[in-house]
T-cell receptor, first 113, second 114 residues
Framework: GNSVTQMEGPVTLSEEAFLTINCTYT??????LFWYVQYPGEGLQLLLK?????DKGSNKGFEATYRKETTSFHLEKGSVQVSDSAVYFC????????????FGGGTRLMVKP | NAGVTQTPKFQVLKTGQSMTLQCAQD?????MYWYRQDPGMGLRLIYY???????DKGEVPNGYNVSRLNKREFSLRLESAAPSQTSVYFC?????????????FGSGTRLTVV
């Protein structure tokens, strides 16, 4: 079946540090890949997405590239801010009936000033 | 603002009580979902409705029932609450052919069963 594996957190960084959160997946065919962000006390918000191999999703300074050869979709940001502190979820979708999403376990990011 | 609305935001139940969590979306989405989020376990799918008139079990359906009342509304019912159902519950929706766009989530219902 489909699965998503994320690095365990928490990840603690100083402001302006470089961020990488690893995400790998197991799936047949060609899923779409997503990163969601959850700020404290809120629901999940779509951060970025990629729908085919070698696509790069980007938003708010975050980037992730769909790597089919390594089945990965790692999230990166060049310079994090305190306001980026949140939980980040990697997910995949097979665009099948019901548009089912499979989520990773989430990675908590804490950015210190 | 358009989106997914969940009620209530917070609820405390005694073991054995029943309640219904409400969810409504105004984006004309076909598919709706209920997830629970527990510490260290990410999101787990309870039930989903691919389209109006259909519902299917997800990963953790035991102890829950759902109703897709119409295209807008998808409710989750706990018939006899148990402490193991203490969690944060999220409703989400997605449009037809929009699997590539992912889901829109509600802000969650924090449920405590004592």
């Amino acid at each position: 079946g489909n699965s998503v594996t994320q690095m365990e957190g928490p990840v603690t960084l100083s402001e302006e540090a470089f961020l990488t959160i690893n995400c790998t997946y197991t799936a047949t065919g060609y899923p779409s890949l997503f990163w969601y962000v959850q700020y404290p006390g809120e629901g999940l918000q779509l951060l970025l997405k990629a729908t085919k191999a070698d696509d790069k999703g980007s938003n708010k300074g975050f980037e992730a590239t769909y790597r089919k050869e390594t089945t990965s979709f790692h999230l990166e940001k060049g310079s994090v801010q305190v306001s980026d502190s949140a939980v980040y979820f990697c997910a995949l979708s097979h665009n099948n009936a019901g548009n089912m999403l499979t989520f990773g376990g989430g990675t908590r990011l804490m950015v210190k000033p | 603002n358009a989106g997914v609305t969940q009620t209530p935001k917070f609820q405390v139940l005694k073991t054995g009580q029943s309640m219904t969590l409400q969810c409504a979306q105004d984006m004309n989405h076909n598919s709706m979902y209920w997830y629970r989020q527990d510490p260290g376990m990410g999101l787990r799918l309870i039930y989903y409705s691919a389209s109006e008139g259909t519902t299917d079990k997800g990963e953790v359906p035991n102890g829950y029932n759902v109703s897709r009342l119409n295209k807008r509304e998808f409710s989750l019912r706990l018939e006899s609450a148990a402490p193991s159902q203490t969690s944060v519950y999220f409703c989400a929706s997605s449009g037809l052919g929009q699997g590539v766009n992912g889901y829109t989530f509600g802000s969650g219902t924090r449920l405590t069963v004592v």
